[in-house]
């Protein structure tokens, strides 16, 4: 079965500094999605950035990009110029290709502070 | 478009009761999850189906069941509550992951539940 690894339960940064969440999977599969989820205190989900495994270009939105280490299976994400909205939970997710692995499987998430 | 919707938004019961949790999208999605969050413990699946008339098992199904009658409708029942039911319910949907351009999950605002 895949899992999902946040180590980091909590993280702060200062407002418009960079800030890095990490994020560590296990999987056998070869072809698969990732994403970043974030949860704000509204409780609403909304997808931050997606990876397909197949692709070795590591994605971007924005101030949000992703380093994506398929070899190391880590998908960490980075935030440029962080704001006081980038206050939220995040969640790193997998998803697999095919059959039982195509269920979404989540870390337990890390809670982002911003400091002003 | 209303995307993926729930009821109720909060709901208080008491041990041994009996509820249904419903979950509805309009995106023509097959694949429909159920998944509760609690503290510490990221999101797990519940629940999940491919299609119409077709579900399956998540990582914490026991207390739950689940039928998906049409592709629009998926509801969760609580057979008979228990205080460890308590927690934030979340309905979401998706494309099959075989669409590589459309298939990340779109969560509903999802069910705060609390059993006494």
């Known amino acids: 079965a895949q899992t999902v690894t946040q180590s980091q339960p909590e993280m702060s940064v200062q407002e418009a500094e960079t800030v890095t969440l990490s994020c560590t999977y296990d999987t056998s599969e070869s072809d698969y999605y990732l994403f970043w989820y974030k949860q704000p205190p509204s409780r609403q989900m909304i997808l931050v950035i997606r990876?397909?495994?197949?692709?070795?270009q590591n994605a971007t939105e924005n101030r949000f990009s992703v380093n994506f280490q398929k070899a190391a299976k880590s998908f960490s994400l980075k935030i440029s110029d962080s704001q006081l909205g980038d206050a939220a939970m995040y969640f790193c997710a997998y998803r697999g290709y095919t059959g039982a692995n195509s269920k979404l499987t989540f870390g337990k998430g890390i809670t982002l502070s911003v400091r002003p | 478009n209303a995307g993926v919707t729930q009821t109720p938004k909060f709901q208080v019961l008491k041990t041994g009761q009996s509820m249904t949790l419903q979950c509805a999208q309009d995106?023509?999605?097959?694949?429909m999850s159920w998944y509760r969050q609690d503290p510490g413990m990221g999101l797990r699946l519940i629940h999940y189906?491919?299609?119409?008339?077709?579900?399956d098992q998540g990582e914490v199904p026991n207390g739950y069941n689940v039928s998906r009658s049409t592709t629009e409708d998926f509801p969760l029942r609580l057979l008979s509550a228990a205080p460890s039911q308590t927690s934030v319910y979340f309905c979401a949907s998706s494309y099959s992951p075989r669409d590589r351009l459309y298939n990340e999950q779109f969560f509903g605002p999802g069910t705060r539940l609390t059993v006494l």
């Open positions: 189906s491919v299609g119409a008339g077709i579900t």
């Open positions: 990876q397909e495994a197949y692709k070795q």
């Open positions: 995106m023509n999605h097959e694949y």
